[in-house]
């Protein structure tokens, strides 16, 4: 009887005890060496509002395949909603009941980050401008011609779709809590 339980013990150990304390320190060694110090952090953020502040309108175009609204194009010039980050949104009553309305952040339009946004094929050619944070996005319709203004749409991926949020950029834009003139920009 005790041979039994020194096998299963021994077959516990090499079976669960030790792949879990091999993963353990790996994961220790690998993740301290990829964690960013506060100063790394700084550096990365500073260069993630650099990337927003130098939208690439005709790059992200070719890989949209189509004109970005001017509503988007004059958001990116002006920086102040851009900028905003983890904001609860304030839409009107009768949508907030429908959905609650989320921006983590909003994506810089070049070919590095467009490339790396939701695969929008399914529900037409568009332009992800914003993201939840979760790995869904906001986005807008491109157009063969140049157009002021666009319906915005969010897509997700769990669960599945393609949902209209705001009839216009201008109105979801609208939603975004007013910025102080004097308040500091990263």
Request: charged letters at 25%.
């Given at each position: 009887?005790?041979?039994?339980?020194?096998?299963?013990?021994?077959?516990?150990?090499?079976?669960?005890?030790?792949?879990?304390?091999?993963?353990?320190?790996?994961?220790?060694?690998?993740?301290?060496?990829?964690?960013?110090?506060?100063?790394?952090?700084?550096?990365?953020?500073?260069?993630?509002?650099?990337?927003?502040?130098?939208?690439?309108?005709?790059?992200?175009?070719?890989?949209?395949?189509?004109?970005?609204?001017?509503?988007?194009?004059?958001?990116?010039?002006?920086?102040?909603?851009?900028?905003?980050?983890?904001?609860?949104?304030?839409?009107?009553?009768?949508?907030?009941?429908?959905?609650?309305?989320?921006?983590?952040?909003?994506?810089?339009?070049?070919?590095?980050?467009?490339?790396?946004?939701?695969?929008?094929?399914?529900?037409?050619?568009?332009?992800?401008?914003?993201?939840?944070?979760?790995?869904?996005?906001?986005?807008?319709?491109?157009?063969?011609?140049?157009?002021?203004?666009?319906?915005?749409?969010?897509?997700?991926?769990?669960?599945?779709?393609?949902?209209?949020?705001?009839?216009?950029?201008?109105?979801?834009?609208?939603?975004?809590?007013?910025?102080e003139k004097n308040s500091p920009k990263g």
């Amino acid at each position: 009887m005790m041979e039994t339980l020194k096998a299963i013990g021994l077959i516990a150990f090499i079976f669960l005890v030790l792949p879990v304390a091999v993963l353990t320190i790996r994961d220790k060694i690998w993740y301290r060496s990829k964690r960013l110090t506060p100063v790394g952090r700084e550096a990365a953020r500073k260069v993630w509002i650099e990337r927003l502040r130098r939208p690439q309108f005709d790059e992200v175009e070719k890989i949209c395949g189509g004109v970005l609204p001017d509503r988007l194009k004059l958001a990116y010039q002006q920086e102040e909603v851009i900028l905003s980050e983890d904001v609860e949104l304030a839409a009107p009553e009768a949508k907030a009941k429908q959905h609650f309305y989320y921006v983590a952040h909003f994506v810089p339009l070049d070919a590095e980050r467009q490339n790396t946004t939701t695969d929008l094929s399914e529900f037409g050619r568009g332009c992800c401008f914003a993201a939840d944070g979760m790995g869904n996005f906001y986005w807008v319709p491109v157009s063969d011609t140049p157009q002021m203004d666009a319906p915005v749409y969010f897509a997700c991926h769990d669960p599945y779709g393609n949902e209209k949020v705001a009839d216009s950029l201008d109105e979801f834009l609208s939603w975004f809590p007013k910025v102080e003139k004097n308040s500091p920009k990263g």
